[in-house]
């Protein structure tokens, strides 16, 4: 709250990074993409072996920035009725109150589970099976995308290591098991030295 108050959040919420004390970068793509143009320095000095985080190749990173935009694309239903009243639908959805918004709420839910979610998670899955080496966009190491993602899909399976969204919310502990190859990304992903 005290962060919030200061002004120093350019839109009033977190996540943020603080940079050398003088900066504050917020929004998690944006800061995403500031640690992977950084990596991408470090790449080219010579002082990172692994690949950029964020490509230089001006396609692949905007292949990248297509994945990050996904990201956004599967959580906004959810984010959206979950904060309904910063997103101007106070008034038709809720989690408490009327039993009429209660309900408009749990029928907007079992959408996203039954519709929107798979498509989107679908799509993940599509970009996998083209995939050489395992990561979102067949790269040789994760990319921001592969970093984006794979919170995501936690939250959506439900998982203690990232914040759950869990059934109450209408959706099944299983939405995330029926793809095998988005399982994979996330193991591989964790299991990562540079992550443990």
Not at 74 to 85: D, I, Q, R
Not at 157 to 173: E, F, K, N, V, Y
């Amino acid at each position: 709250t005290e962060l919030k108050n200061s002004g120093e959040l350019a839109f009033g919420q977190v996540p943020a990074l603080k940079i050398n004390g003088t900066h504050t970068l917020v929004q998690t793509a944006a800061i995403l993409r500031y640690i992977g143009k950084l990596t991408q320095e470090r790449y080219a000095a010579g002082s990172n072996p692994y690949e950029p985080l964020y490509p230089t190749d001006p396609i692949l990173a905007a292949e990248v920035d297509a994945v990050v935009d996904q990201d956004t694309d599967l959580m906004a239903g959810f984010t959206v009725s979950t904060y309904s009243e910063r997103f101007g639908f106070g008034d038709l959805v809720a989690s408490d109150g009327p039993i009429k918004k209660r309900r408009q709420l749990n029928q907007v839910r079992n959408r996203l589970h039954d519709e929107v979610f798979p498509r989107h998670l679908s799509s993940l899955d599509n970009l996998l099976a083209k995939s050489e080496t395992g990561w979102l966009l067949g790269t040789k190491d994760p990319t921001i995308a592969d970093f984006i993602i794979v919170p995501t899909l936690q939250r959506l399976r439900c998982r203690a290591d990232g914040p759950p969204i869990g059934l109450g919310d209408g959706l099944s502990a299983g939405l995330i098991d029926r793809y095998p190859r988005l399982l994979a990304l996330i193991e591989r992903l964790m299991e990562l030295p540079r992550i443990q």
